[in-house]
């Protein structure tokens, strides 16, 4: 009687292996089965290449934004004066008389500096916003798909600043080259960030934070 109640049952399924020469790894097979048991040993992914160059390409993008900041508040007079020039000669026909010395006598009488709140101001603005991207850079390579996310809408932005190249035909000033050179470096993370192997690594790592989770709960 005992020995029917307490015996073993050839059907009982039992756990599934961990090794990782199954189909898929050790990642997939955890994923696959997770809750069901811990595999002894796990390695931490390897950061592929794809993700270490959009990380260089926020990095990049971080270093080109500052330099444009810093020329723009260089260059701010010139570069008013562009614009000022490029309205009056694509409108100029089209604005009154009078609109025309009160804007001609505005940029004669604008200051030559920037005032210390100004300068202040734009700089630190740039200085937070570029550690906010180095910081999410950080985090990308560290296998974080919000930081991606995030990262992601953020160059989709940049690139759409390529549109600014039709401000070409209405005032143009060599300082504007760089950021048209930051919109055209966002392409390389945008596309970086989702391919292949970044999409791999991203689900290797969730993998990964929950082996590691689980392992810190069982004390192990």
Known sequence: MSENNYGTYPNQQQPPSYSSTHSGGVYENYAQVYGQGLPQHMEKPAVPGTIKMAA?????????????????????????????????????????????????????????????????????STVLFSAALIILAIFLVKGHNWARIVLTVYAAFKVLGLLGIFSFFLFFHWTMLVGLLASVVAIAPLVLMWLRPSNAYIRQMQVYGQWLKQRAYMGS
């Open 56 to 124: 260089n390409s926020i990095y990049a993008i971080v270093l080109l934004n500052i330099v444009s900041t810093v020329l723009g508040l260089v260059y701010w007079k010139e570069l008013l004066q562009s614009s000022m020039d490029g309205v009056m000669g694509m409108f100029g026909s089209v604005i009154p008389e009078e609109d025309r010395a009160t804007l001609e006598a505005e940029l004669a009488n604008a200051p030559t500096e920037l005032s210390t709140f100004e300068l202040v101001t734009s700089l630190g």
